[in-house]
Every structure is written in structure tokens, then in C-alpha cells.
């Protein structure tokens, strides 16, 4: 399977909103509500922002929500502070018990 | 508390085996609805899914690398242990392992990698 595509570069100012949008197909994305985010430093390991498209983990702020439609899921931090500043990943269950990330996207607050 | 760690080589040589072992604590993997994956990530590059081994012994692999992979668990030590034959210079990535929870059979989880290891970087070269 190929991977999500996602825009290589978003950014904000402080305060603002951003969203990334994670495209895939009517096998993957469109079909089953199994996206999930990850959110990266640079040089530490991915940490998991949203599951099931747009269940939040516990400790998570609630600025970040998830979201779908069609073939496109979405992740929007609301509020941006500067610690949002980092790669996001979207992720999806493809079947079969397997699963496809996407292209990453950096974040960058202005 | 779930806890991963990857070990292995931080080097091999061009046409090798690859051998990384993934020790864990905090959850069984023999507990129904648990896997273990191992992710890659090239420098300066995205994240790569290339396997997943389940509570139940099944194991699924990514296609475009399936022919190259094994993946294996040792229940009574806590390991999950991922091969990788004819290993090539573009296969230099740090590697990581990770917990997931999956849907199954009317219950539902996260069906996320919610725990992850620290990764452990391996260099493919001569």
C-alpha cells in the first residue's frame, strides 16, 4: 500500500489554528475510522495524539482534535503554542491486520 | 506501566542479516487483542510500518518488504524479535517497536501504537 499523503509543511502564529489533512483512499482512510496521529521531536520517539480519528489520549491537550471526511482525515491544533512546533504523522488501518503511515508534516509556529 | 526497548546492531554490512530484538514489560503478549510493531524511519525521513505480530501468533508484514522479514515472539522473556535478510544501504534507519491495543472480536481499543520504544539506530554500510 502506498503511503497517506500528507502536506510536507504547515505553519501559524501563536494562538492561531492549523490543520493538517492526511489523504488516502476508499480502502484505507475512507473506509475504517483507524487514523491515528503521532506527534515527533526531533530525535525522540513518535507520541500518539489521536486514535479512532478523533479520540483524544488522556493527557493530551484538548486543542488537538481529529476528524474525517471521505478519503481525508484531519488533525487541528487549536490555539497553537509554541511546543506544537514538530513532525506529525497520520496513520491508518489499511486491513488485513496491517497498517500504512503517512508523508509527515512539520509544524512550524511562527 | 508498558515500557519497550530495542537492541541490536548499530551496524551491518551490505547483503547481511539484521537481527533486532524488542524487550517489553507492563503487558503480556499473550493477552488477547495486544500486538507489538516494528516502525523505521530513515534520517530526515517519514515513519515506515513494516511489522506487526499479535497476541495469537499472527504476523503481518509490509508488503513491499514481506519477502524480507520475519517477525517472532518469545512470550515467557517479553521479546519480539525482527529479522531483515540482504540488508542494503538505503535500509539505514533508526528502528523502533511499539505497543498497540487492536478491536477484536466486538471490543473495542484505541487501535493505536500508543507505547513506543526509544529506537535504536542502525547503519547499513561497508
Known amino acids: 500500500q502506498s503511503a497517506l499523503t500528507q502536506p510536507r509543511s504547515v505553519s501559524g502564529s501563536p494562538g492561531q489554528s492549523v490543520t493538517i489533512s492526511c489523504t488516502g483512499t476508499?480502502?484505507?482512510?475512507?473506509?475504517?475510522?483507524?487514523v491515528s496521529w503521532y506527534q515527533q521531536y526531533p530525535g525522540k520517539a513518535p507520541k500518539v495524539m489521536m486514535s479512532n480519528v478523533n479520540k483524544r489520549p488522556s493527557g493530551v491537550p484538548d486543542r488537538f482534535s481529529g476528524s474525517k471526511s471521505g478519503n481525508t482525515a484531519s488533525l487541528t491544533i487549536s490555539g497553537l503554542q509554541a511546543e506544537d512546533e514538530a513532525d506529525y504523522y497520520c496513520c491508518s488501518y489499511v486491513g488485513r491486520y496491517s497498517y500504512v503511515f503517512g508523508t509527515g508534516t512539520k509544524v512550524t509556529v511562527l | 506501566q508498558i515500557t519497550l526497548k530495542e537492541s541490536g546492531p548499530t551496524r551491518v554490512n551490505p547483503t547481511q542479516t539484521l537481527t533486532l530484538t524488542c524487550t517489553f514489560s507492563?503487558?503480556?503478549?499473550?493477552?488477547?487483542?495486544?500486538?507489538v510493531a516494528w516502525i523505521r524511519q530513515p534520517p530526515g525521513e517519514a515513519l515506515e510500518w513494516l511489522a506487526l505480530i499479535y497476541w495469537d501468533d499472527d504476523k503481518r508484514y509490509s508488503p513491499s518488504l514481506k519477502s524480507r522479514l520475519t517477525v517472532t515472539k518469545d512470550t515467557s522473556k517479553n521479546q519480539v524479535v525482527l529479522t531483515m535478510t540482504n540488508m542494503d544501504p538505503v535500509d539505514t534507519a533508526t528502528y523502533y517497536c511499539a505497543h498497540i491495543m487492536v478491536s477484536f472480536g466486538g471490543v473495542e481499543a484505541d487501535d493505536a501504537f500508543d507505547i513506543w520504544g526509544q529506537g535504536t539506530m542502525v547503519t547499513v554500510s561497508s
Open positions: 476508499s480502502s484505507d482512510v475512507g473506509y475504517y475510522d483507524y
Open positions: 507492563g503487558f503480556s503478549l499473550s493477552s488477547t487483542r495486544v500486538g
